[in-house]
């Protein structure tokens, strides 16, 4: 029993550290048969390239977290991003125009909650579903369906520049990473968002203010989307109206990838961040290695669905490892 014991817990941990394992053996690999990867230039390209899916994957980790779904991400960089052009445009300074695209993002997951929590819905994905269509509808008409182009200097600063190599969207990311990691790890609001994640009814039974945590967690997975806005509206000088679909399943890819359940109740902030580093890992080396694009929608949806199954693997031993533990105990 103590080896069976033993067994199992060293198979949890493997699963447990796996994304980040797999995010090390590929870039080692990569760099191997790559010498182009390994510098700083391109380095400097797959951060920037995956600040945006990074940014997404916290805000979809928390609803995830909650057994939610945001689909409307995507829609959402789009509006925010028209707003800000269409502000910038009627001679709006910069820091109205960030303040108008961080807060389309923060109206658009405000709809999402509180439709979802008040008007009874019952999962979220019929809300996002229709959020996704309606939010890309008025981005489309409020742009006429066209780049709108020019974004004041703060913003294409933001969304471009660079120190030395580092781009400076990634210091965007770390600091919403820090921000996220306080949330869910030091505040009493994370203790709720996990325990609403793993069984609401319970935590419901437990006093803890299930509608707001909900509603919370879909305001800043907006905002999460308006700062991803912010940056491609700074990456490409432009209200963007057709961005973000493949960068939102990139991001709910990255979630999985690191390790979170659908069913709720579990992911990690840093677990999130390897997902989006390892999805943008495989896209330049595939890029560098001349791989058809389509290709590399299969390769991506493979990875998926390889998480997807040690999400299953990871619950079986849990459950496995709980009754051996028990057994060992008495």
Known sequence: MIDRYRFLRLG????????????VVLVAVVAATTPVFRTTENLGNVLSQTSVISILALGQLLVIVSCGIDLSMGSTIALSS???????????????VIVAIL?????????????????????????TLATLSAVRGIALWASDGTLIFGMPGAVQKVGSDRISWFPISYFVVIGLAVLVLVLTA??????WLYAVGGNPEAARRAGIPVSRVLITVYVLSGLAAGFGGLLVAGLTNAGSPNYGELAELDAIAAVIIGGAAFAGGRGHVGNA???ALTIGVIRNALNLHDVDAFFQLVVIGVVILLAVEADVVRGYLETRFRVAQAARQT
């Open 12 to 23: 949890l941990l493997g699963l447990r550290t796996g994304p980040l394992l797999i995010l």
């Open 273 to 275: 961040l390897v997902g």
């Open 82 to 96: 028209v707003v800000g052009a269409l502000l910038f445009q009627d001679g709006y300074p910069a820091s109205v």
């Open 103 to 127: 807060a389309t993002g923060v109206a658009v997951g405000f709809v999402n909650g509180a439709v979802f929590v008040w008007g009874r819905v019952p999962h979220p994905f019929i809300v």
């Open 186 to 191: 030091k505040l009493v609001w994370g203790r």
